[in-house]
C-alpha cells in the first residue's frame, strides 16, 4: 500500500472547518484514500473514503486533488468532540484485492480549541 | 446494536505471567482482527482470522502470542511470558461478510510490571 504522510499536530477552533492534509504521492491507480479517528481512549472509526471524486457523508467531506497524490479531510464545523487523532490510509478495496490489515501511520493530533 | 467489546478493559500484571484478552465482535461479523497499540503510535496489525481459522498471523511478534477462534465468534488473544515491552493498548475489530469497514472496540490496556 502506498505510504501516506501527515502533519503530527494541529489546531483547530470550536465552530471553524478543520482541515486535515494527507500526501499520498505514489498511490496507485486502484488505491482509495480512506480516513480513520481515534478519539482518547478509544479505537479507530472509519469516517469516509474516496477514489477520486470529492465525496462527503454526515461527519465529513473528502477532497481529493486531480492527480491523486493528496487529499484534504474537512470537518466543516469542528466541536470540542473532534479532538482526536486523524489517520489517513491508502489501499485498495477489499473487492480489488486489498488487504486485509490497515496499515496506520502516526495520524494528526487535532485539537479543537473552545 | 451492540458494538465490538473487549475484556477487561484494564489489565495489570508482572513479567512472566500468561495473560488472555477477550473480543467480542459484532454478532454475525465472519472477520476478526488484533491490532496493537503503542504509546503514541497507530495501530499495528496482528493477526486476522476469518471464521474459526487464522487467516494471516504474520504479525504477531514472536511464538508468546497466540489467538483463537473456536466458534467463530469470540476472540482470545493469548500472551505467555509476558515482557515488560509487551504493554500496549490491544485492540480488536470485526467486518461483516462483504463489507470494507472493520468496526473497532475500546481495546484492552496491557500493563506489564
Known amino acids: 500500500d502506498a505510504k501516506t504522510t501527515q502533519p503530527p499536530s494541529m489546531d483547530c477552533a470550536e465552530g471553524r472547518a478543520a482541515n486535515l492534509p494527507c500526501n499520498h504521492s505514489?498511490?496507485?491507480?486502484?488505491?482509495?484514500v480512506y480516513w480513520y479517528r481515534q478519539i482518547h481512549s478509544q479505537g479507530p472509526q472509519y469516517i469516509i473514503h474516496?477514489?477520486?471524486n470529492n465525496e462527503t457523508n454526515e461527519m465529513a467531506s473528502l477532497i481529493i486533488t486531480e492527480d491523486r497524490k493528496s487529499s484534504t479531510l474537512i470537518l466543516p464545523h469542528a466541536t470540542l468532540r473532534d479532538t482526536a487523532v486523524y489517520y489517513c490510509?491508502?489501499?485498495?478495496?477489499?473487492?480489488?484485492?486489498?488487504?486485509?490489515?490497515?496499515?496506520f501511520g502516526k495520524g494528526t493530533k487535532l485539537t479543537v480549541n473552545p | 446494536g451492540a458494538g465490538v467489546s473487549q475484556t477487561p478493559s484494564n489489565k495489570v500484571t508482572e513479567k512472566g505471567k500468561y495473560v488472555e484478552l477477550r473480543c467480542d465482535p459484532i454478532?454475525?461479523?465472519?472477520?476478526l482482527y488484533w491490532y496493537r497499540q503503542s504509546l503514541g503510535q497507530g495501530p499495528e496489525f496482528l493477526i486476522y482470522?476469518?471464521?474459526?481459522?487464522?487467516?494471516?498471523d504474520s504479525g504477531l511478534p514472536n511464538d508468546r502470542f497466540f489467538a483463537v477462534r473456536p466458534e467463530g465468534s469470540v476472540s482470545t488473544l493469548k500472551i505467555q511470558r509476558t515482557e515488560r515491552g509487551d504493554s500496549a493498548v490491544y485492540l480488536c475489530?470485526?467486518?461483516?461478510?462483504?463489507?470494507?469497514?472493520?468496526?473497532f472496540g475500546p481495546g484492552t490496556r496491557l500493563t506489564v510490571l
Open positions: 475489530a470485526s467486518r461483516a461478510s462483504g463489507g470494507d469497514e472493520q468496526f
Open positions: 505514489t498511490i496507485s491507480g486502484n488505491e482509495y
Open positions: 474516496g477514489l477520486k
Open positions: 490510509i491508502v489501499r485498495p478495496p477489499l473487492t480489488q484485492g486489498g488487504s486485509e490489515k490497515l496499515v
Open positions: 454478532s454475525g461479523h465472519t472477520a
Open positions: 482470522f476469518q471464521g474459526t481459522g487464522a487467516a494471516d
